[in-house]
């Protein structure tokens, strides 16, 4: 069974905070990808990886980064944390581009 | 432009009823097509794939490019179908996924 795991299920930052997400995936999947999911508005992606040190801007990219330092983990920065950052954040790895993205239990943030 | 539209944001049918989501897409390119549910409290995983033309847990969806939709369907409803179901769209040879907005299905006994 593929996990893919992330380090929260909750998370409360003040506005200004630098915030680490971080996901790590057990099945030395080659792609991993960060998106946020917002009611009436679904998923979006917000950056991908397709190797380690490798990564690419997805749909909003603007106020966040990652880094992928190491195969099996993934991880999103929010450099300042913004209210409009408050949402639900899933990861998401696949071993390639044809097969099944599997994805984490999701991070619920909340900005104050 | 790719766009995955979902023109229904809640669904609610009775137990044993049919049940048809709506999804359609616009794409430039060959379309491959999926849908992925999120059960309550649990992660979102894939319920099918259009290449795969397979039923699951008794849903099918036909890739129809002449209308562009790709509508989810299931002819008898069960209280365990209620979930949120999105339809995806990969849009690029890297696998990136294109969401809707997402349908919220409550089944009522």
């Known amino acids: 069974d593929v996990k893919v795991t992330q380090s929260s299920r909750y998370l409360v930052k003040r506005t200004g905070e630098k915030v680490f997400l971080e996901c790590v995936q057990d099945?030395?999947?080659?792609?991993m990808f960060w998106y946020r999911q917002d009611p009436g508005l679904g998923l979006r992606l917000i950056y991908f990886?397709?190797?380690?040190?490798?990564?690419e801007k997805g749909d909003i990219p603007e106020g966040y980064s990652v880094s992928r330092e190491k195969k099996e983990r993934f991880s999103l920065i929010l450099e300042s944390a913004s209210t409009n950052q408050t949402s639900m954040y899933l990861c998401?790895?696949?071993?390639?581009?044809?097969?099944?993205?599997?994805f984490g239990q999701g991070t619920r943030l909340t900005v104050v | 432009a790719q766009r995955v539209t979902q023109p229904e944001k809640l669904l609610s049918v009775f137990k044993g009823a049919p049940v048809e989501l709506k999804c359609n897409y616009s794409?430039?390119?060959?379309?491959?097509l999926f849908w992925y549910v999120q059960y309550s409290r649990q992660r979102l995983q894939l319920l099918l794939r259009?290449?795969s033309r397979e039923s699951i847990k008794g849903f099918t969806a036909d890739l129809n490019k002449g209308e562009t939709s790709f509508h989810l369907k299931k002819p008898f409803a069960q209280e365990e179908d209620s979930a949120m179901y999105y339809c995806?769209?990969?849009?690029?040879?890297?696998?990136?996924?294109?969401f809707g907005a997402g349908t919220q299905v409550v089944v009522t006994p």
């Open positions: 998401a790895s696949s071993a390639s581009p044809n097969t099944e993205a599997f």
């Open positions: 794409y430039s390119g060959s379309p491959e």
């Open positions: 099945m030395d999947h080659e792609n």
């Open positions: 995806a769209l990969k849009t690029d040879s890297w696998g990136k996924l294109q």
């Open positions: 259009h290449i």
């Open positions: 990886s397709y190797d380690v040190k490798m990564k």
